[in-house]
């Protein structure tokens, strides 16, 4: 457990020797550190394998972080916070400018409920248990079960879609503005079969595992429809999609819509990310050239907040064989807790 | 900063040592604790303030824990926590479950950027600066920017509204189902604009500084209805609403539609919400009074997750003096991180 007070104050001799007292009265055993200049830092080890850390810096900021153990009397360790938190305000009175108390971290749980956002903020999820966890030969893909937002796809530590989020699967289908009937439709990934369930045609995606993992776990999303990789007016090609792409090139074979729920563009342009840029530009490239001029390719691209990377996508798109157009639109998919931004894009 | 490794591990002794020589390399005074056998122990006192807590418990969870002072250097910090993580890959290699690091947690900051969701859970925003921050004789009111919700209304730590949530707004209208032209609308609470906005007529609140703080910095939800107290077909009552509503009822004046976004319901049936609930059952009674019979009466509910909240909100709406039905939506409201719950309810 990880909970901590944060607190500008003025006089810091008077709140350490008050809070002290607190310790000792549940036999902790204090050790005061030698911070070089650095600020008062006290270490207080208790019972259970308690530990409290007190650092008071120099521009007047207090922070408490209690660590507790599995197993320990959380209704105790509450206490013990109420009663800091007591103190504090009643030696502090008018000095203070906030008192903030976070929510307990946990680390080591068999459920993990932390996972980043896309612009790298930290946010617990309301996951309460594993569904389903393996590691294919391309990547780990967990299944977990979220109260609000049902089953979640999470593939190597990335939120893919939950079973809420049918908001994504619409944005990337042109958000109900398109009229699909009769059209011929190619599905770019998409191995959850969230777009498919959302009557589509032909499906091409290299992790069978995905595809197994969903038909069992996120039938919400999915429906029926992966449960036979062909249907009346679908097929799903578990393939990797380059070599499929190109040869539709050279059949001369076209698309009414393509949708390309691949992999969200790369954050970095680090080196070991070049790769992905290029992967990106090589599908979007095949990807224009098997579309009809009339044609529409929906893609998502990352985080609202990712200005740079979505500046950079934008960039490669205006250096295609095929001039293209493209329009954006700003989503919010429900277990993303971040919105995200959609691109539609056209043959000029 | 905060930041975490968790690893199971199956031999500690081998594995602090291995750690050790990194911190004596960083010339960390290094501090081994005695845990009266609740597992390993140590602190590390490094330059510039920086503090490592390295602990290993019995079932093989090590964490480490660095913190580090403002104006510290953020690269060195994360090469140091680079090292750490792939020293313990080798040292563990094969006999590692997870290796987790979260993103680091920044305390006493001018801006405050993490505000839990009604479920209790820790969220961080993208929030970048506050943008309004005073005390009512009622409540602390923050309105605080996010990079991709705009401005967010925080009510004494409870996020209220951001510019981004239309979907609250058309939530608590009836989600585009109703026909509001010519029909007489009596809006408790509201005190953002966003209902009003929304094109309605009549609006009661108590404290004019949430209404002077969102007339300018939340004109994204409020739009200009705000400026004024009295428009065309408007009038904002800064009052409190039980007396106006026990008039109307003395009056016989009835609504078409009563929108009650004073708050949410109480999370705790703890004594000191008790006089929340009794406020609650009271604008109920009173609002049921003055609905006409083919009336609806829209509200907010709570966080889906607070499954007992809501049962005993629907509880309460069975003793009500007039008999009423009730439907509910669960709502995805960008701003939140949470799925909402709202509620319609009309006379039987």
């Given at each position: 457990i990880y909970t901590n007070h944060t607190i500008m104050i003025s006089d810091c001799p008077t709140t350490v020797h008050g809070l002290q007292s607190i310790f000792q009265e549940q036999e902790m055993t204090e050790t005061v550190h030698d911070t070089e200049g650095h600020g008062y830092l006290a270490t207080?080890?208790?019972?259970?394998?308690?530990?409290?850390?007190?650092?008071?810096?120099?521009?007047?900021?207090?922070?408490?972080?209690?660590?507790?153990?599995?197993?320990?009397?959380?209704?105790?360790?509450?206490?013990?916070?109420?009663?800091?938190?007591?103190?504090?305000?009643?030696?502090?009175?008018?000095?203070?400018?906030?008192?903030?108390?976070?929510?307990?971290?946990?680390?080591?749980?068999?459920?993990?409920?932390?996972?980043?956002?896309?612009?790298?903020?930290?946010?617990?999820?309301?996951?309460?248990?594993?569904?389903?966890?393996?590691?294919?030969?391309?990547?780990?893909?967990?299944?977990?079960?979220?109260?609000?937002?049902?089953?979640?796809?999470?593939?190597?530590?990335?939120?893919?879609?939950?079973?809420?989020?049918?908001?994504?699967?619409?944005?990337?289908?042109?958000?109900?503005?398109?009229?699909?009937?009769?059209?011929?439709?190619?599905?770019?990934?998409?191995?959850?079969?969230?777009?498919?369930?959302?009557?589509?045609?032909?499906?091409?995606?290299?992790?069978?595992?995905?595809?197994?993992?969903?038909?069992?776990?996120?039938?919400?999303?999915?429906?029926?429809?992966?449960?036979?990789?062909?249907?009346?007016?679908?097929?799903?090609?578990?393939?990797?999609?380059?070599?499929?792409?190109?040869?539709?090139?050279?059949?001369?074979?076209?698309?009414?819509?393509?949708?390309?729920?691949?992999?969200?563009?790369?954050?970095?342009?680090?080196?070991?990310?070049?790769?992905?840029?290029?992967?990106?530009?090589?599908?979007?490239?095949?990807?224009?050239?098997?579309?009809?001029?009339?044609?529409?390719?929906?893609?998502?691209?990352?985080?609202?907040?990712?200005?740079?990377?979505?500046?950079?996508?934008?960039?490669?798109?205006?250096?295609?064989?095929?001039?293209?157009?493209?329009?954006?639109?700003?989503?919010?998919?429900?277990?993303?807790?971040?919105?995200?931004?959609?691109?539609?894009?056209?043959?000029?």
């Amino acid at each position: 457990i990880y909970t901590n007070h944060t607190i500008m104050i003025s006089d810091c001799p008077t709140t350490v020797h008050g809070l002290q007292s607190i310790f000792q009265e549940q036999e902790m055993t204090e050790t005061v550190h030698d911070t070089e200049g650095h600020g008062y830092l006290a270490t207080f080890i208790g019972k259970n394998g308690r530990l409290v850390i007190l650092r008071v810096t120099a521009l007047g900021l207090l922070t408490i972080d209690l660590q507790c153990c599995e197993g320990d009397n959380i209704v105790q360790v509450e206490n013990l916070l109420n009663t800091l938190e007591e103190k504090l305000r009643s030696l502090l009175h008018g000095n203070i400018k906030r008192v903030k108390r976070l929510p307990a971290l946990t680390r080591g749980a068999a459920v993990d409920r932390y996972w980043p956002t896309a612009d790298g903020r930290l946010v617990e999820y309301d996951i309460d248990r594993v569904v389903y966890d393996e590691d294919s030969a391309y990547q780990n893909i967990k299944i977990m079960h979220s109260r609000q937002f049902g089953n979640i796809l999470i593939l190597n530590g990335d939120v893919n879609l939950a079973e809420s989020d049918l908001p994504y699967t619409q944005a990337i289908m042109g958000r109900g503005k398109e009229n699909y009937a009769g059209k011929e439709v190619l599905i770019l990934g998409g191995g959850d079969g969230g777009i498919l369930a959302e009557a589509v045609k032909l499906n091409v995606y290299i992790d069978q595992m995905v595809i197994d993992g969903c038909r069992t776990h996120m039938r919400k999303a999915c429906g029926s429809v992966l449960d036979n990789l062909k249907g009346e007016c679908y097929q799903v090609l578990v393939e990797d999609c380059v070599p499929v792409l190109k040869k539709y090139v050279e059949e001369g074979k076209t698309f009414d819509y393509v949708i390309n729920d691949l992999t969200a563009v790369p954050i970095s342009t680090a080196p070991e990310e070049d790769s992905t840029w290029e992967f990106l530009q090589l599908i979007l490239d095949l990807s224009i050239k098997v579309l009809r001029p009339t044609g529409k390719y929906f893609t998502q691209g990352n985080s609202a907040n990712l200005t740079e990377t979505l500046a950079l996508y934008e960039e490669q798109l205006g250096r295609l064989s095929c001039p293209v157009d493209f329009s954006k639109e700003v989503v919010c998919v429900p277990s993303y807790m971040e919105l995200w931004v959609f691109y539609t894009i056209w043959k000029k």
